[in-house]
């Protein structure tokens, strides 16, 4: 019984909600600071007007004042009622004992400005302002209180307080303003924001889809299905990985039933040959007379077995790291003579010429044991494929720090469709398979192994009905 998914949403909308909140404390964040620092701007504003009408007040009542004999009250609250009605303020003014003079103590207003400790900060500076809620005031109220002296024409100065309240209401209704604009552009810039995201994160979606879908195909064992996006998709460089990595494995995967199939087929020859020889001898179908031959020929595929596991395990060496390699001064000339010399019958056998083996000289700092077997492997497909009465080519030379050692044959060279191929383990083309009835298909990939091993690289060359090259290229430090 399948069990039903449980649907989570994309991974869009997690990221919309995630990015959404975010936004929404960030907009929220600036947009309280901003109204925070518009209204105090605004507040100040209101402050340093109040101080400037105060200040404007209070010169004129000392003009006044300087002018008239005695208390000018007549003058003095003249200007206090103009300033009023022009500033849209509550004046008061006191003497320096405290004493209402206007509007006067009989007002029937209970507001007093000057209170004991506005006066006893007033004793250390001229002007001190602050902001209040009297007890039946239904609006915020800013209040300043300025000291000034006034001197008669006698010469006699006395201290007086003017004080001036104006309602703070508009700042309230300044903030209100704000803050309510604030909520507005929030919700526009968050519905414009939901809006772009979705049509961006739907294009994503569908990428993600294809992705998801062709992902399941590969968890699944089916390499063959490529993730298909345009090439300005936001995901195509990550498609194009994920392309390559499946063609990777699938190539792997191939390689690796290849492998199992070729190591069948080698064991399955010699191990027929054997098992069948051997119950021969022990049944008696075989003659006791003919029984030396048969055991030679199941040594033989003995060996042949020994040789495939050895290469099998050496191989496995080279691809986990775990060779090491032991670098001498390699006399490269020297060597090659010397592997020449083992295949000198074969060679003659099939009349071939070695050309190149004359005068030469090259050391190179490598393992020469490996060495040997990369020459060897060389040189053994080489006779192999030369044809008969064909030549067999051997360069050695030194250019740019890089040792160059190049084996050619003459030959019916390889098709181009298997140049490719030919260091892959087991592979045989189909002419090797009909000339080589006891190659393994492992010499070429266990030397391309070892020149690896070395830093260098292997390269080779064919030209089909004319000849095949390989060329190691080693560097020389």
Do not use: W
Not at 5 to 28: M, P, W
Not at 382 to 398: D, L
């Amino acid at each position: 019984m399948k069990l039903k998914k449980k649907n989570r949403g994309t991974l869009s909308d997690s990221y919309l909600r995630l990015s959404g909140v975010l936004l929404f404390v960030g907009l929220l964040i600036t947009g309280t600071i901003m109204v925070s620092s518009a209204v105090a701007t605004y507040t100040d504003t209101m402050k340093n007007t109040l101080l400037r009408n105060c200040q404007a007040l209070t010169a004129n009542i000392y003009d006044v004042f300087q002018d008239g004999e005695g208390f000018p009250e007549e003058e003095i609250k003249s200007l206090i009622r103009t300033a009023e009605i022009e500033y849209h303020y509550q004046v008061r003014m006191y003497d320096e004992k405290g004493v209402e003079l206007y509007p006067g103590t009989d007002s029937g207003d209970d507001v007093r400005l000057l209170t004991p400790s506005i006066r006893s900060y007033l004793e250390r500076d001229d002007y001190v302002e602050f902001g209040y809620y009297t007890e039946d005031a239904e609006q915020p109220q800013l209040c300043g209180v300025i000291r000034v002296y006034m001197e008669s024409k006698s010469g006699e100065v006395t201290q007086y307080y003017v004080a001036a309240l104006t309602d703070a209401g508009d700042v309230q209704e300044y903030t209100l303003m704000l803050t309510r604009n604030l909520i507005i552009s929030l919700l526009i810039v968050m519905l414009v924001f939901m809006i772009l995201f979705r049509i961006g994160a739907g294009k994503l979606d569908k990428q993600l889809a294809e992705i998801g879908r062709v992902t399941e195909k590969y968890a699944e064992g089916d390499f063959s299905e490529h993730v298909n996006l345009p090439e300005h998709a936001t995901l195509y460089p990550f498609s194009c990985t994920l392309n390559r990595m499946a063609e990777y494995i699938e190539k792997n995967e191939t390689t690796r039933r290849d492998f199992v199939a070729n190591v069948s087929h080698e064991l399955r020859t010699p191990m027929t040959t054997i098992g069948g020889f051997a119950e021969g001898i022990l049944d008696g179908t075989i003659p006791e007379e003919q029984t030396q031959k048969y055991v030679r020929i199941i040594a033989e595929e003995i060996r042949r077995l020994r040789t495939l596991v050895n290469s099998m395990l050496n191989l496995s060496k080279f691809e986990s790291g775990e060779m090491q390699l032991r670098i001498t001064n390699v006399d490269i000339a020297k060597l090659l003579i010397k592997t020449v010399l083992m295949f000198e019958k074969r060679i003659s056998d099939k009349h071939v010429e070695a050309e190149g083996l004359e005068d030469i000289s090259l050391v190179v700092k490598a393992d020469e044991d490996l060495m040997y077997q990369v020459l060897y492997n060389l040189i053994e497909n080489a006779v192999k494929f030369v044809n008969e009465g064909g030549t067999i080519s051997f360069s050695v030379r030194e250019e740019n720090d890089t040792a160059y050692i190049g084996i050619k044959n003459t030959g019916d060279g390889l098709a181009e469709d298997d140049l490719p191929k030919i260091f892959d383990r087991f592979y045989k083309t189909d002419t090797s398979r009909s000339k080589d009835k006891t190659g393994l298909g492992l010499g070429l990939s266990i030397a391309r192994k070892i020149v690896h091993l070395h830093k260098g690289h292997i390269v080779v060359k064919s030209v089909q009905g004319e000849y095949t090259s390989f060329e190691v290229q080693l560097p020389v430090g």
